[in-house]
């Protein structure tokens, strides 16, 4: 294996082999095709995780519905005889793969707004930053008995709460 400073100034490197012990063949690929074809199939496996969270999440209602479970497996093997027969050679397929499998991962993961941090307050969680923050432990919250858990003091001050 070489490294070299490609034409383009970019540092690449190139896997070659002997033909005749002394001469080298052309490159097999550089560093940008090994990171280009990399990038692809990382792409299809996160194609394939979320394939996987639909099947999850469609095995888990009362009636799934078989028509899309069994579409949705489909998918899930085509991706993964996709990842598998990829080479680092097929230049316009993993162009096309990290361009269109690509958007389809990001848009999924833009899909998932990060939940804001809440506050408690004595109406409950609130998104209203108090002007005082203060830090509250469960023994001061639930007024936790020795040798009761959070969860035991937590319920036993709703139902008191109640009465």
Request: glycine share 4%; proline share 5%; charged share 30%.
């Amino acid at each position: 294996m070489l490294v070299a400073l490609g034409a383009t100034g970019k540092n690449s490197t190139t896997n070659t082999e002997p033909t005749d012990g002394n001469a080298m063949n052309k490159p097999k690929w550089t560093q940008d095709d090994a990171i280009a074809f990399e990038c692809a199939r990382e792409c299809i496996t996160d194609l394939m995780g979320i394939c996987s969270t639909a099947i999850a999440d469609e095995e888990r209602q009362l009636a799934p519905d078989v028509v899309h479970l069994a579409k949705l497996e489909k998918n899930l093997v085509e991706l993964a005889c996709e990842r598998s027969t990829l080479t680092v050679a097929n230049h316009d397929r993993i162009e096309t793969i990290r361009r269109d499998y690509g958007a389809v991962v990001r848009a999924h993961r833009e899909s998932f707004q990060p939940q804001e941090p809440g506050f408690l307050d004595d109406e409950g969680p609130s998104a209203d930053i108090p002007s005082f923050i203060s830090t509250t432990n469960a023994r001061e919250l639930f007024e936790l008995r020795p040798g009761e858990t959070v969860a035991q003091a937590a319920q036993r001050v709703v139902i008191e709460k109640k009465d």
